[in-house]
């Protein structure tokens, strides 16, 4: 029932993320139609219509095309592919990056790691400290060269969400400091190409939060100081607006600022955005589960942002879905990679949706003056190099199976329809065009992803198509395209019931511990020189201040691992509190919420204090004590913790021996094996070993 009682209309069989309402019943003529705008049911399609479109360069031609891209990071969406074994984790970034064999992506737009949540995790700054810069942190590194060495004209863009928070001075804000941001984000793109050989192409501004015109000027004129002048400013990755308006009436900023880019623009722009005159992204868009109707969110948006919205770019988020499921906005990548022990990877529609633009388009085409828009519903877009070459993609999705996560979308109608495009200027002497098709299987749950068709003929400069529902179409002078493959990785399996990590690597080739992911805070692979015992490689907890946020992260900083549907669990792990006085540590076990959520997590933790105390929570933040009592633990000594969930009970040892039992759970709930911090300190930890029945 809606708010006014009213029951909604929905759009019948729709699949998981995909079950908004076909129309609500405010305007009660669209709910006599019932559901007209969806898919008919079989056999009751309704006779082509007949429709002619030009397309036609004499006159000049459009925007040009800046690329189709996505985003790793906002945050540690990329977090699980590190630690694939091969061939498997090369195949997975050739889908991604390869040209003519994927997605064939053209832009690479990486998260600038600031220590906080920015929504599945944390990404690890270059500078967690004022004083020591460190460019091998983290995996956006290593990411951005595995592009380039499959695509070496893709570019690259970086953007932060999060800062650390010496940049702040005691607030939560990069602004009053406006040369310490700056600053801070120049040695980035420095340390790219003096660490890495990597040149970044394009710079943001702070994603979806305020931006500040002085920061802005101040940060091109920094660039400039260091001989940047090549690198563009992209703002303000938000809304369309106060930017926009702010450029119209600040001629300054307008100067400063290269391209608009806005999130989630629902394939429309605003006049002002128009009027700079400058180039329009929707630079970051989709965000949705990457299913069927997911495909059809990204070809309606991948078209319909330069149909409707004059976007010459669009930016998925997320490029490949390696996170736990259950973190917030699960698979919603172009592909799904989150299963690293087993090897097991899917190449999802959005890729082969992606490629209907990507392998026959590049950055540097212009698009046509075109309207865009198909008479009985659906769009098209047509774009050359001017050099003779054309390409033309056809997308048809319906309402029902193209809705993106956000925004809502109004309802519109698609039918099945005969269209007939009419080839001038210098495209009069095309005389045949290779076609790829892709058909969105909702009713036979057998869709049909990027094939080859025969080439269509074109005759006196005219050919045509009958269009059904659901489908996107690309017809092309270009010979290239490939719908590349791979063999059939491994099968899906759970995360091993049986997990040991003593942390035992001298040179690790990333600074993180394989599959733990951090939801506050940074843990890294730590060398303690100052132990002559068994604890030289640890894992550590090494932010200690809290960052200048961007979603509300914990007090405390924990980092998650395992299988989300673990109920009856052991771990056991050693723990080392630095901090004297008020340190703590933790450990825990059916840990229910992380990522933007994580300030509310649920689950059984149990801490052990310097002071020499220990509880037991039902809680992150310490709220919900279950039991407490003395410990005898103390700082700067190795201990051993084990915690034992079984059924509705709970007991916990300290160095083998039993500390506190008995303690009853309310419910008897799952979740992840957990490891954490009582606050933003040095803390570490080894041996870790989880055991699942």
């Known amino acids: ?79 699980l592919l590190v630690n694939y074994p091969e061939p498997y984790r090369s ?3 050739d889908y991604l990056f390869m040209p003519n064999f994927g997605a064939s992506l053209h832009i690479l737009k990486v998260e ?3 220590d906080g949540q920015s929504t599945d995790g944390t990404e690890p700054s270059h500078m967690h400290y004022e004083n020591y810069e460190n460019y091998f942190r983290g995996y956006e590194w290593w990411l951005m060269k595995e592009a380039k060495k499959r695509n070496p004209n893709i570019k690259l863009i970086g953007l932060p969400w999060t800062f650390p928070g010496w940049i702040g001075r005691g607030q939560n804000w990069p602004y009053n400091h406006p040369d310490v941001t700056a600053y801070y984000v120049v040695s980035w793109i420095l340390g790219a190409k003096q660490y890495h050989n990597l040149d970044i192409d394009y710079i943001g501004i702070w994603n979806e939060r305020s931006f500040s015109s002085r920061y802005i000027k101040l940060l091109r004129y920094t660039l400039d100081k260091q001989g940047l002048q090549r690198v563009r400013i992209i703002a303000s990755d938000n ?36 009027a700079t005159q400058k180039k329009l992204w929707a630079s970051e868009d989709y965000s949705t589960f990457n299913d069927e109707a997911g495909s059809g969110c990204w070809a309606r948006i991948l078209n319909q942002n330069y149909v409707n919205g004059n976007m010459t770019s669009t930016i998925a988020w997320n490029l490949v ?13 172009l592909m799904t990679a989150q299963e690293p022990w087993s090897g097991y990877y899917a190449v999802e529609g959005p890729i082969w949706v992606t490629a209907h633009t990507t392998q026959f388009t590049y950055p540097g085409w212009h698009y046509l003056q075109v309207d865009g828009h198909l008479e009985h519903g659906g769009s098209y877009v047509a774009l050359t190099d001017g050099l003779g ?88 002078t270009l010979t290239t395209g490939q719908k590349g493959t791979y063999p059939d990785p491994p099968q ?22 394989p599959h733990f992911a951090d939801q506050t805070g940074v843990f890294e692979y730590f060398v303690n020189t100052s132990d002559p015992g068994d604890h030289i490689f640890t894992l ?64 059984l933790f149990f801490w052990v204090f310097a002071d020499g105390t220990y509880r037991v929570t039902g809680d992150l933040s310490g709220k919900e004590v279950l039991m407490k009592g003395m410990s005898g633990v103390r700082a700067r000594v190795w201990h051993t913790l084990t915690l034992n969930l079984k059924g509705s009970s709970a007991s916990g040892s300290l160095n083998g021996y039993p500390l506190w039992e008995n303690v009853t759970l309310s419910e008897t709930s799952h979740g992840w094996a957990a490891i954490g911090t009582r606050s933003f300190e040095f803390a570490q930890f080894d041996n870790f070993h989880v055991e699942a029945s």
């Open 1 to 79: 029932m809606d708010a006014a009682g009213g029951r909604r209309l929905r759009c019948p069989g729709s699949p998981r993320r995909a079950g908004a309402p076909c129309g609500r019943a405010l305007l009660w003529g669209w709910a006599l139609l019932g559901c007209a705008w969806c898919p008919r049911p079989p056999g009751a399609a309704a006779a082509p219509f007949l429709v002619g479109y030009a397309l036609d360069d004499s006159g000049g031609l459009g925007r040009e095309f800046d690329g189709i891209g996505a985003v790793s990071g906002g945050g540690a969406t990329s977090r």
């Open 91 to 93: 195949q997975i970034l």
């Open 112 to 114: 600038i790691g600031g």
């Open 239 to 274: 809304m369309w607006e106060p930017i926009s308006f702010f450029m119209m009436v600040d001629s300054e900023l307008h100067k400063v600022v290269d391209i608009i880019g806005a999130h989630y623009p629902g394939t429309k722009t605003v006049p002002n955005a128009l």
């Open 321 to 333: 879905a390696s996170y736990y499921e259950d973190l917030p906005f699960g698979r919603d990548g």
């Open 389 to 476: 070459n054309l390409t033309i993609i056809i997308e048809t999705m319906t309402y029902c199976h193209s809705q993106c996560i956000r925004p809502p979308l109004l309802p519109f109608i698609v039918s099945p329809q005969k269209a007939t495009f009419y080839l001038k200027g210098s495209f009069h002497k095309v005389k045949i065009l290779k076609m790829w098709y892709t058909k969105l299987g909702f009713k036979s749950a057998n869709s049909t992803f990027f094939h080859p068709l025969p080439p269509v003929k074109v005759h006196e400069g005219m050919f045509s198509l009958n269009l059904d529902v659901d489908e996107v179409y690309t017809l092309t």
């Open 492 to 513: 899906s399996k759970p995360f091993p019931s049986n997990y040991k990590d003593d942390f035992k690597i001298r040179n690790p080739p990333f600074s993180e511990a």
């Open 540 to 603: 550590r907890q090494v932010v200690i201040q809290r960052p200048i946020t961007w979603a509300s992260d914990a007090d405390q900083a924990i980092s998650i691992i395992g299988d989300f549907k673990w109920v009856n669990v052991t771990i056991t792990c050693d723990v080392y509190i630095e901090r004297l006085g008020n340190g703590g540590v933790f450990i825990a076990g059916r840990v229910k919420n992380g990522g933007i959520y994580v300030r509310s997590s649920k689950g």
